[in-house]
């Protein structure tokens, strides 16, 4: 039976590994939950971490039904992601962990007009490379949407059925010029005003939206 406590096959296991090429290394992390690279791998030795950090580990996501603390969803979209799933996923504010000026940029929302706003919010924080997103039945606050979305320019499909949706989401979405697909079935707090940002920011992109079951009043029907 393999004692795999045995010294000397731990030695023999660490010389193998240190002359494995780090592209074979990264063929195998493609197998290992993103959670575990970031968690546990990325924290053994230096090499590991550039490793673990490497773009193409990072460019499709699946975090369907997972469970996140403050800050852990947001360091992991933050490497580049360029499609990430997170259905049916549980995340507690903040979504990144400098998200300390939420209350400021809400200020400003509601106190410049759009096109101020706009610059303001593009100029100020990080551009992310997601291109498609699945947020359908996630639970997820208003507020992590918005810091979500303040940092979104590129996205081309967007699913938040049955999330809960505010004007300031709606308008930061109007403003990725290349989205064709969204779904807001079942999506809460969607409003007229927030339907004539979309209206107006994606008039000549969005070729797919589903309204379905969102609960229109006359004033929405309108728009």
Known sequence: MLDLFNPQLIQLSLKAFVKMLDEIVIKIFEFVPRTLLLNG???TCKRLRNICYDDTLWKRIDLGGKTFGPGQAGKIILRGTKILRMAKTTVQPP????????????????????EAVSATHHSSRMELKLKYLDLSFSTIEETCLESLFQKCHNLKKVSLENCN????????LSQNKTLD?????????????????????????????????IGMDEDVIEE
Do not use: E
């Open 41 to 43: 791998c990325a924290l």
């Open 95 to 114: 979504l990144f962990s400098n998200d300390t000026d939420q209350n400021h940029s809400k200020h400003l929302f509601n106190a410049l007009p759009n």
């Open 165 to 172: 949706l505010n004007d300031r989401i709606l308008y930061y």
């Open 181 to 213: 697909v969204l779904d807001m079935q079942m999506a809460v707090g969607i409003t007229d005003q927030g339907l004539n940002y979309l209206a107006q920011g994606l008039q000549n992109t969005l070729v797919d939206v589903n309204l379905s079951w």
